[in-house]
């Protein structure tokens, strides 16, 4: 018997990818073949990188992975992965909030698209940060600088000062 191909599809926002994404990537390729981070265009998301920024960062740090593509898409994430052929989409889940969020998402995807969900969960290290606690700490001037890669901090310190300078 052969054994089929499996292309996943990781949906988010990444603004920023954090150390927390990049460890989900990491044991996501362990399990499919291919992988496709989807960097998504949310309307009423108040982004501070546009979307083209976190696919450029997003695809410097995995510059050397293969099997791994970076793209943008808007509208409804299920289209996107009918799209592209997705056979998964991979979840990273850091709390049991975050479960009761993704569980039903996961069935609505699945009702909707027939498509489902496989769930990683956040090392132990990475269960607590996400983006948002990320911007928010490094815009009160707080040191993030471990809990993204050296690109992105770099990038995030450059944006809340010029963001700062405008103000």
Not at 66 to 75: A, H, K
Not at 83 to 101: E, P
């Amino acid at each position: 018997m052969q054994k089929k191909y499996v292309r996943a599809m990781f949906p988010g926002s990444f603004d920023p990818i954090t150390n927390g994404h990049l460890d989900v990537i990491g044991r996501g390729r362990l399990l499919f073949d291919e992988l496709i981070i989807a960097v998504g265009k949310s309307p009423i998301k108040n982004a501070l990188f546009a979307p083209e920024e976190r696919v450029e960062m997003i695809k410097e740090i995995l510059a050397d992975t293969p099997r791994v593509q970076v793209e943008t898409f808007d509208g409804l994430m299920v289209d996107f992965a009918r799209r592209k052929k997705a056979d998964v989409i991979l979840r990273g889940i850091r709390s049991l909030t975050d479960f009761q969020y993704e569980f039903s998402l996961a069935m609505t995807n699945r009702a909707v698209a027939g498509i489902d969900t496989v769930f990683i969960m956040a090392s132990a290290e990475y269960g607590f940060t996400s983006s948002t606690l990320i911007r928010e700490v490094a815009s009160l001037g707080g040191d993030v600088s471990n809990l993204i890669p050296k690109i992105v901090y770099h990038r995030l310190m450059e944006r809340f000062a010029k963001l700062k300078k405008n103000s």
